[in-house]
T-cell receptor, first 112, second 109 residues
Framework: DVKVTQSSRYLVKRTGEKVFLECVQDMDHENMFWYRQDPGLGLRLIYFSYDVKMKEKGDIPEGYSVSREKKERFSLILESASTNQTSMYLC???????????FGPGTRLTVL | SQQGEEDPQALSIQEGENATMNCSYKTSINNLQWYRQNSGRGLVHLILIRSNEREKHSGRLRVTLDTSKKSSSLLITASRAADTASYFCATDSNYQLIWGAGTKLIIKP
């Protein structure tokens, strides 16, 4: 059974803090994604990675960075969290030959 | 960038009725997918329809695709309380998916 896990379901941080969100998949997928989801806006792509140490900006990369040191793990980093980064963050993965993205359960981040 | 647009934004029906949601998109696609998201959770893949297909069934789900109109519909027959969720369409672009804002479906007992 395919599995994508995220390090936290709920997270509360203060403005200016450095925040790490981690995502792990056990399907040996090459491609991994970080989205944020806000009401009325659907899913917006922050960054994606198509291989270890490779990354590409999505539609809204500002204020975020990512790290992919191992194939199974894709980390999203908020260098200095701001209140407008309060959101639901979703991680997903897909194999290079696949059609379907598999999602983690999401992390609801609140920045105070 | 947001390509898919779901319609309606919200839908409330009685249990047992059929629910229809629509999705429109802007550019040519290889496939279109529908996902479900239960409240506060991750997304679960429901069904994929390829650009050369017009209709596809999976259990109580029926998806149609009209590439000339750049639109798709998702029909859930004989709805159940457990179908209460948000439904998203997504179109493909080089392993990335482009998402709509979703339709929130509420099934009333």
């Amino acid at each position: 059974d395919v599995k994508v896990t995220q390090s936290s379901r709920y997270l509360v941080k203060r403005t200016g803090e450095k925040v790490f969100l981690e995502c792990v998949q056990d399907m040996d997928h090459e491609n991994m994604f970080w989205y944020r989801q806000d009401p009325g806006l659907g899913l917006r792509l922050i960054y994606f990675s198509y291989d270890v140490k490779m990354k590409e900006k999505g539609d809204i990369p500002e204020g975020y960075s990512v790290s992919r040191e191992k194939k199974e793990r894709f980390s999203l980093i908020l260098e200095s969290a701001s209140t407008n980064q309060t959101s639901m963050y979703l991680c997903a993965s897909i194999s290079s030959g696949g059609d379907t993205q598999y999602f983690g359960p999401g992390t609801r981040l609140t920045v105070l | 960038s947001q390509q898919g647009e779901e319609d309606p934004q919200a839908l409330s029906i009685q249990e047992g009725e059929n629910a229809t949601m629509n999705c429109s998109y802007k550019t040519s696609i290889n496939n279109l997918q529908w996902y479900r998201q239960n409240s506060g959770r991750g997304l679960v893949h429901l069904i994929l329809i390829r650009s050369n297909e017009r209709e596809k069934h999976s259990g109580r789900l029926r998806v149609t695709l009209d590439t000339s109109k750049k639109s798709s519909s998702l029909l859930i027959t004989a709805s159940r309380a457990a179908d209460t969720a948000s439904y998203f369409c997504a179109t493909d672009s080089n392993y990335q998916l482009i998402w709509g804002a979703g339709t929130k479906l509420i099934i009333k007992p």
